[in-house]
């Protein structure tokens, strides 16, 4: 029987983010994940009839949706946590002064780039190739552990180096094991790299749009607890399958045994009297 109660907690809710998120307790939460629809003016389409909407009026209208999940976000975190909104090209401008206006601009972190190689090319600009994640702690006193990553240069081939603000972290393919068929699903290494340098082990993360629970399962990996929020119920049986099926994982990978670290004593090994035998 596979004992699950040390790993940590996830919690998934079926509705509007900011009706759940205002049963939240104010500083209550180490880190908000949020990638919300990107204003794209399409119905985001996935497998088999998975879809969500990504249409608004206007971009004015598209504002009066975040503005207020934001300050949400906001009232939920705890002083030392932080917010990562993941958008792109479309409103990244727009959603950077809405973070100013919600955090404080002297709260800005980073800009970070993630940098997926995937899709496309037009006659007529550089290929889009990257999402921006704005990353805004609550104080100055926000929590983080720089995250490493491979080195490339031929001078630290095999060493790690600390991340920079951009990620180079490949888009998940149509063959990758974790695909769920959710639209516009991140991979779970941009999510576990994130999740483990912007929230402490043990803390809390929020993502208030979670579709296929990405955060989630990342959270789950890393030993962070998490609580995800869709309004969507297909995007929440997926996500609720998918952390049945990590939370069994992980426990599993705790059941498996590990070799024991051997402690050799420096200098004679000392010997016990009544281990002496003589010839
Ligand atoms: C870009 S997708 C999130 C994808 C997710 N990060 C993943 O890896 O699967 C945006 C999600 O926001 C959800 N959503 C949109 N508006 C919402 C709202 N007001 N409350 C809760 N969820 C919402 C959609 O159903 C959709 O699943």
């Known amino acids: 029987m596979i004992d699950g109660s040390r790993l940590p907690a996830w919690t998934l809710r079926l509705g509007d983010c ?8 104010s500083s209550s939460i180490d880190l908000v994940y949020m990638d919300p629809p990107f204003n794209s003016g399409m119905k985001r389409q996935g497998r088999a009839g998975l879809a969500f909407d990504d249409r608004f009026e206007s971009l004015q209208k598209y504002r009066e949706f975040l503005a207020p999940c934001l300050a949400e976000a906001r009232r939920v975190l705890r002083p030392t946590g932080s917010i990562l909104v993941h958008v792109d090209w479309r409103s990244s401008h727009h959603v950077r002064l809405m973070l100013d206006s919600a955090f404080g601009e002297g709260n800005f972190v980073n800009h970070i780039v993630w940098s997926y190689g995937l899709g496309g090319s037009g006659p007529r600009s550089f290929a889009r190739k990257h999402d921006d994640i704005l990353f805004y702690g609550c ?5 983080f552990e720089p995250p490493k990553v491979p080195a490339r240069s031929v001078r630290l081939k095999g060493r790690m180096k600390k991340a920079t603000d951009v990620l180079d972290i490949p888009a998940i393919n149509n063959m990758a094991l974790e695909r769920t068929g959710w639209p516009t699903q991140k991979p779970l290494a941009l999510l576990e790299l994130l999740v483990r340098a912007c929230c402490p082990p043990g803390g809390t993360v929020l993502d208030p749009m979670c579709g296929s629970a990405t955060t989630l399962a990342a959270a789950v ?15 929440i049986a997926i996500a609720r399958q998918r952390l049945l099926a990590t ?6 990978a705790e059941l498996t045994p590990r070799p024991l670290a051997l402690q ?3 200098g004679p090994v000392p010997v016990e009297p009544g ?5």
Do not use: F, H
């Open 247 to 252: 939370t069994a994982l992980e426990a599993l």
């Open 139 to 143: 104080s100055d006193c926000y929590w």
């Open 264 to 266: 050799v004593p420096a």
């Open 275 to 279: 281990l002496l035998r003589t010839a």
């Open 221 to 235: 990996k890393a030993g962070r607890n998490a609580v995800g929020i869709d309004r969507s119920p297909q995007a």
């Open 18 to 25: 900011l009706a759940v998120m205002a049963e939240l307790p």
